[in-house]
Every structure is written in structure tokens, then in C-alpha cells.
């Protein structure tokens, strides 16, 4: 068998350096000795921090805070407050995906630096289309992508980044199988990257500019988050998954009840979830907006890291586990309580995974509703629910139903998380299994999940349900077309409901006739936790970042309709922003897929001109309730979205976009700011925000305000004229003066912000990027 090498890190003080380590096992070889203390690293540095700041704030700390505190860049000295202050922390790894890691590569390549400073890891897992099955699905996206695959190995080699080939895996499975270990504080360009809280870790998705900061050796700036407990008692049994937690969890906080916080569980229900079901919920958190979520240390943890070879890891973490589990009496801002012995399974959706169903009332609900009650498509797996555990449940439910002569009775799709998965369930014979079944086994790869599925059987606009074990819904998210209605659940019960293909039927209560005529039903599925034989690495997937790359080129053919080299943003002129043009007042939900849409556009996400086509064109602008259709104010003709930006861009006009509640929902993609700001956008003006987004739009040096007064938001309008004034007086925590104009009348209104003064340092510059340029070339960084 091929070897793999793959990079572990060790904190010797502030520094950080790199291990290289076989296949197997993984982390038992990470270097561990010559420590003056007898005890190891990175433990060492994390408790010496937490110490420092015990010593200052006095009084238990969640997990949470013990976690994040530790990695604080100067825990001696820095403000803390919960959801005050700002804090600048030390990530130890940076994760970047695919689609965003061209972006963030651009930009870092655009800095000057010569190699990553961090340990940091490239995934392709983003740009393979669901089409056929895995093996053509994989060699039709190796040929597709090859310009953008030959550019992100070659910057990865270049500039010291580890990169998993084309069908490794989904980057939070990989991240989870091969680097998270309890205690880690890691950033990834993904909405997703929580799933590491599973493990003990703090994962939080970021935008590409986050990333670059990190990787330029500069600290990481997040707002103190708040901390909201998740009490569980009971224990998990027969069809309630894992899964049930968290669609419970997005049904009592809502899509935005958890931003600015850290989801902390804890409570005796915890040691009834595998380390995989704890990886599954913390996943999730995104689509409650939280920062992050977060598993204490147990002996779930210490299984599964036996399991992946990293049995040394498990050891250390054992006896470092004080720093690894919540103080007693450590306070919360808020708890909620899920008793897991009542905890009956749920459906969430459709069109958002905080709409939750009861299983026993989703027929009665669809019903009322009027939800295709037809299942057209059901899909299991995705970073969210694709372990050996899951797919082994889903398997035990295909086999009682092949025993009566049953199988699904719809299309039934299977991705694995990870070639590692994938390969260990072959040998296993639980894909064997699946396939019976009916299924179609999926390349390692997102696939349906972010839209990137050539779905074949339903025309645009058909009404139509499907069901997935996925983590996200939202209008059009999976195949493009706006009526199709995805309820997502466990991946055991989008097996079940694959063999009746109704959403009014309930495993629990309801039978199903087999091929002799008798009745049955369902039993309760049942799976190994983990594999009894161990895993299987599967196919070498793994490129380490050479000894020495001084020679190796990264080409962009300027010709390139895939990748193009970043110019830098103009900085600010001093100047208030006067009569700003309203380029589209949006109404209603706006995540950043409204804002920039995946799926075919995906292809782009290295050629921010080209992808800026799709700016906004699937928000429903409030004027006339159509998507991508806006009134040029100039011309007085409407058109679409970004070619009216383009038209203002062309006239020096400057223009601002309007919004509602959590604007910038959902993915972490930073081309939904990078597009507003190349098109000529200088503000975005909304009730609320999305954490990463509002993040993503100061970085990229847009104004990201909200309505002092939420009511304003009616007194806009599509002709309106909005000057932001006083802008030389910007300072954090000071209302932002406003005037809006409509046909000769006025409003005087008040626009807040959460810039602090290094932010405003990024408006200034035009870019956080140009401004760590101009630190560098004055040969200081302020930060």
C-alpha cells in the first residue's frame, strides 16, 4: 500500500512547527519528547495560557472559553468580554476547500509572503458534479477542473500547504479522520468546519481573507462569543439519531439563535453519542449561525482517535483532560434542555433547517401545507452524516427491507464522507449492501449537498420532494430549481422513507408490505460504531508540500476563464458616500447562495469577474417580487442584477444594496462580498447580519451597517438616494449619520456598526489585504 504523509503540529511556545508522519499509524510517531515539564505539547502552552488567564479573570470557564482563551496572542494583556470585546487569537491549523481556496490562494499569492506560516491543508471536494456514479463523476471532474486542480497543487506546493487530491474525502471528514484533536483551535474557509467540535476541537468557518491573515502569521480577530449550553440527559436509542439533536437544537434557537455564540454541550446525554454523532451536531451549527459548537473530552473521543491511529493523542488528551472539559459552576448565557429519552426523530424543511417535524405529525404537516407528499429523491451521506456509523445504520434498514423483498423505491444517492469511509464500508460489504438497495454510490465528494447535481429527472420549477441527511435547504440549494421542497433528516430515516417514498410514513408505527403479501415493520437500525477490522486508507490521496519549491511556477493564463489574478481595491477617498443608487432592495431571506449562487457557477470561483455575473440573482427584489430583475435608475429600464451594477461601475456611480434579517446566511463564501465591492458596491445596509458574512464585507473594505431603527428599512425605496455621512468621524461604537432621499423628501436616520478601530482600518486602506500590503512595505504590522 501506498504511503501517506501527512502534517501534525506541535506549540513549542509561540511557534509552530510540523511533523511528517507515515499512514499508520498517524499521530502515534508526532514528536513528543524533549519537553522540560513531562508534559506534552500542545498541552503544555495551552495550559500555561489558561493559567495566565484563570490567574486575571478568576472564577470556572466553560470549555468553551478554556479553548478559545488559550490560543489568545497576548493572554496577559487582552480585553476579554463576552460579546464586547474583540479578541486576536492563534489558530494552530487553517483548512481551506476548494471553491474558496482559490480565492483565498489569490489573495494570498497577491500579499508577496513566500510560504504559509501555519499548518494549513487544501481539500477538493467542492467542484465534482453529481452525474452518473463515483468513478465517472470523479474522472469527468478531473479533465473539467484541470486548470484549476494543476493551480492549487502547484500554489499548495509552493507556498507549504498539504493538498488532498480530487476524491480524498469532504474537508471536514478528512479534517476529523486526520488532524483535529481535542483542544485544537482551527479556522476553515467553510460554513461547516464546526463539525471538528465533535472531537473537542473549536472549528470556526471564516472567510478566504480570515485565512490569509493567518497564514500571513498575523492574528486572527473574532468577537468574544458568547456561550449557550446545551444541557443533555437521557440517551440516544432506537431511530432518534445524532441528527435529531441538532434539527431540535435549529427548531428552539432559529437560523440566527445562535449567532455570535458558541453552542457548548454538555450533561450526561453527552456519553450515549459516538464521536461521529458528536461531529454530526456540531456540524449543523451553522445553520443556527452559531461561531462555532463544541463536545467535551470523553471516552468517545479517545475510541474514535484509537480508531484513526492516533492512539498517543488520545493519551496526552486523557491526562490534560482538566483543560479539555467545562469547570463546575462555569456560567452560561443561555441553556436549553433536550432530554434525548423523549427526543423523537425529526424532518426539517423545506427551505429551511429550522422548520422541524415531528416524524409522527410530517404527514398531517405536509397535508396542511400542501407539500408534494411524493418523495422523488432521497440522498444519504455528505460531510454532515457519512461515518462508518451512519452508513452502517442506513445499511442494517436496506438489509430488513431486501429480506421482505423490498427496496427503495425512489432514486437513492450515497456519498461517502471520505475515501477512507468509502473504502472501509466496501470491504465491509455495506456498500454492497446499499446497492441492493437501490442506491448509487456518489464520488467522496459534496456533490448534491452545495448544488452540484446534473438532477435529470424533474424539470425546472416542477413541484417536487426530496429528503437528504444533508445540513442545508434552502431555496434551490441542491439542484437549482426553486420548487423543489428538501426536508432534511437522519440518514436512517431518509432510508426508510426511500422504501415507502412518502413523507407520510412513519417507521416507527407504520407497516409495509413485503413481496409475499405479509406486513412488516421496520426493525430499529443497528451499526458498528467503528469498524471491528479497523479502517481502510483506500487510494493514496495525499500531495505533501515538497522540502524545497524555490522552482516551482504557479501559472494564471490571463487568457483564463477559470482563474485571474487579483487586482487590488481602491481606497477610500476621504469622502461621505453621497446619493448612493439603491441596487436592489431586498426582500425576504438572503443567504449568501441569493447572493452568490453555487451549483454551475462553482467553475468560477477563481475569476472574480466572471463570477460576479451572478450577483444577487436569486434575491427577490422588493419593487416588483422577481429575482435578477432590477430598474437601472440611470436609464429608467430594467435588467439584470450585475449588468445594472455594471452600468453604475462603468458611470462612477456608486451604489449600496438593502436588506432584511441575517443577511449573509448560510456558506462562508467570500465572493458574496468580493462581488458587491469589484461591481462598485461601497455599503451594505440591513436589519441584521450573518456573523462571517458581516466579517467578509469589512474585509473586503464595504461598509456593513444596520438600521438603527428597523422600521427604516420600509422608508427605502428603489429610487431612493442614501448618503452615509461623517465618515472621517467613523469610530467604533458611534451611530453612522444617513439621509435617505424620495422624490424630494428626506429622512435624517442612523446606521449602526460593529467596526473596531482596525477595521476601520480596512475601510480606510479600501481592503484588509491592501492594508497589510501598506504595513508591509513600512515594514510594521500594527496588528
Not at 319 to 344: F, M, S
Not at 436 to 459: E, H, M, S, Y
Request: aromatic share 6%; with cysteine.
Amino acid at each position: 500500500m501506498a504511503q501517506r504523509t501527512h502534517r501534525y503540529i506541535c506549540l513549542a511556545g509561540s511557534m509552530v512547527r510540523n511533523f511528517h508522519t507515515a499512514r499508520f499509524p498517524r499521530c502515534d510517531k508526532v514528536a513528543m519528547s524533549n519537553f522540560d515539564t513531562g508534559i506534552p505539547l500542545p498541552y503544555k502552552k495551552l495550559r500555561e495560557n489558561l493559567d495566565c488567564i484563570k490567574g486575571r479573570l478568576g472564577g470556572p470557564l466553560t470549555l468553551s472559553e478554556k479553548v478559545l482563551y488559550s490560543h489568545l496572542d497576548q493572554p496577559d494583556s487582552q480585553e476579554i468580554e463576552r460579546g464586547k470585546s474583540y479578541l486576536r487569537l492563534r489558530p494552530d491549523r487553517v483548512a481551506l476547500q476548494d471553491a474558496t481556496a482559490q480565492m483565498t490562494l489569490l489573495q494570498f499569492i497577491s500579499s508577496g509572503l513566500k510560504k504559509v506560516a501555519v499548518p494549513s491543508t487544501v481539500h477538493c471536494d467542492h467542484l465534482i458534479e453529481a452525474q452518473i456514479s463515483g468513478d465517472k463523476d470523479l474522472a469527468r471532474a478531473k479533465d473539467l477542473n484541470k486548470e484549476v486542480y494543476d493551480f492549487l497543487s502547484s500554489a499548495c506546493a509552493k507556498y507549504n500547504l498539504g493538498f488532498w487530491k480530487p476524491g480524498s474525502g469532504i474537508i471536514h471528514q478528512i479534517i476529523l479522520e486526520n488532524y483535529a484533536f481535542p483542544g485544537l483551535l482551527m479556522i476553515g474557509t467553510d460554513s461547516h468546519t464546526p463539525n471538528g467540535g465533535g472531537l473537542g476541537c473549536l472549528c470556526v468557518g471564516v472567510g478566504g481573507a480570515d485565512a490569509v491573515d493567518v497564514m500571513a502569521n498575523i492574528p486572527w480577530e473574532l468577537k468574544c462569543p458568547t456561550v449557550i449550553g446545551c444541557h443533555l440527559t437521557g440517551k440516544i436509542s432506537g431511530w432518534t439519531s445524532p441528527k435529531d439533536v441538532i434539527l431540535k437544537v435549529a427548531e428552539i434557537l432559529t437560523v440566527k439563535g445562535g449567532t455570535g455564540a458558541i453552542v457548548e454541550y454538555h450533561g450526561p446525554g453527552v456519553e450515549s453519542i459516538s464521536c461521529t454523532g458528536m461531529a454530526t451536531i456540531t456540524n449543523m451549527g451553522a445553520e443556527i449561525g452559531a461561531t462555532t459548537s463544541i463536545f467535551p473530552f470523553n471516552e468517545r473521543m479517545v475510541t474514535y482517535l484509537r480508531a484513526t491511529g492516533r492512539g498517543a493523542i488520545a493519551d496526552e488528551a486523557t491526562k490534560n483532560k482538566d483543560l479539555l472539559v467545562p469547570d463546575e459552576g462555569c456560567k452560561y448565557d443561555k441553556v436549553i434542555e433536550i432530554n434525548l429519552d423523549t427526543l423523537e426523530p425529526l424532518v426539517n424543511g423545506p427551505f429551511t433547517p429550522d422548520l422541524a417535524h415531528p416524524i409522527s405529525k410530517l404527514g398531517q404537516n405536509s397535508e396542511k401545507n400542501g407539500y408534494p407528499m411524493e418523495i422523488k429523491v432521497s440522498l444519504i451521506g455528505s460531510c454532515t452524516n457519512s461515518s462508518y456509523e451512519d452508513m452502517g445504520r442506513c445499511a442494517s434498514i436496506a438489509n430488513d427491507a431486501l429480506g421482505h423483498g423490498l427496496k427503495s423505491c425512489v432514486p437513492f444517492n450515497v456519498t461517502p464522507g471520505s475515501e477512507q469511509v468509502r473504502a472501509t464500508i466496501a470491504r465491509d460489504g455495506i456498500i454492497d449492501v446499499l446497492e441492493k438497495f437501490g442506491g448509487t454510490v456518489l464520488a467522496n465528494a459534496c456533490g448534491p449537498c452545495i448544488g452540484q447535481w446534473d438532477r435529470k429527472d424533474v424539470k425546472m420549477g416542477e413541484k417536487n420532494t426530496i429528503v437528504t441527511s444533508y445540513n442545508r435547504n434552502f431555496t434551490g440549494r441542491n439542484d437549482a430549481n426553486p420548487a423543489t421542497h428538501c426536508f432534511v433528516t437522519s440518514p436512517e430515516m431518509a432510508t426508510a422513507l426511500a422504501i415507502a417514498g412518502r413523507l407520510d410514513f412513519n417507521p416507527m408505527t407504520d407497516e409495509l408490505t413485503g413481496t409475499d403479501g405479509k406486513t412488516f415493520k421496520l426493525k430499529e437500525p443497528h451499526g458498528e460504531e467503528l469498524p471491528s477490522k479497523g479502517f481502510d486508507p483506500g487510494e493514496d490521496t495525499y500531495q505533501a508540500p515538497p522540502a524545497k519549491a524555490d522552482d516551482i511556477k504557479v501559472n494564471v493564463d490571463p487568457k483564463s476563464d477559470r482563474l485571474q489574478l487579483l487586482e487590488p481595491f481602491e481606497k477610500w477617498d476621504g469622502k461621505d458616500y453621497i446619493d448612493l443608487m439603491v441596487l436592489i432592495k431586498i426582500k425576504g431571506k438572503c443567504t449568501t447562495d441569493h447572493i452568490s449562487a453555487a451549483g454551475p457557477w462553482l467553475k468560477y470561483r477563481g475569476h472574480l469577474d466572471n463570477i460576479s455575473n451572478n450577483m444577487f440573482i436569486g434575491a427577490t427584489n422588493a419593487e416588483n417580487n422577481e429575482m435578477n430583475k432590477v430598474k437601472n435608475q440611470k436609464t429608467g429600464s430594467f435588467d439584470a442584477v450585475p449588468a445594472v451594477a455594471r452600468d453604475y461601475k462603468a458611470n462612477k456611480i456608486k451604489w449600496c444594496a438593502v436588506g432584511e434579517e441575517n443577511y449573509g446566511e448560510g456558506s462562508s463564501r467570500e465572493h458574496a462580498a468580493l462581488e458587491p465591492r469589484h461591481l462598485g458596491g461601497v455599503a451594505i445596509i440591513v436589519k441584521s447580519f450573518a456573523r462571517i458574512h458581516e466579517t467578509n464585507l469589512k474585509k473586503q473594505g464595504m461598509l456593513a451597517l444596520t438600521f438603527a431603527n428597523p422600521g427604516d428599512y420600509d422608508k427605502v425605496q428603489p429610487s431612493s438616494k442614501i448618503s452615509i455621512l461623517n465618515l472621517k468621524d467613523l469610530a467604533p461604537g458611534k451611530p453612522v449619520d444617513a439621509e435617505i432621499k424620495n422624490n424630494g423628501s428626506s429622512d435624517k436616520i442612523q446606521l449602526n456598526h460593529t467596526l473596531n478601530e482596525l477595521q476601520i482600518q480596512w475601510f480606510q486602506a479600501g481592503s484588509a489585504l491592501n492594508l497589510m500590503k501598506e504595513l508591509a512595505a513600512k515594514g510594521g504590522d500594527k496588528k
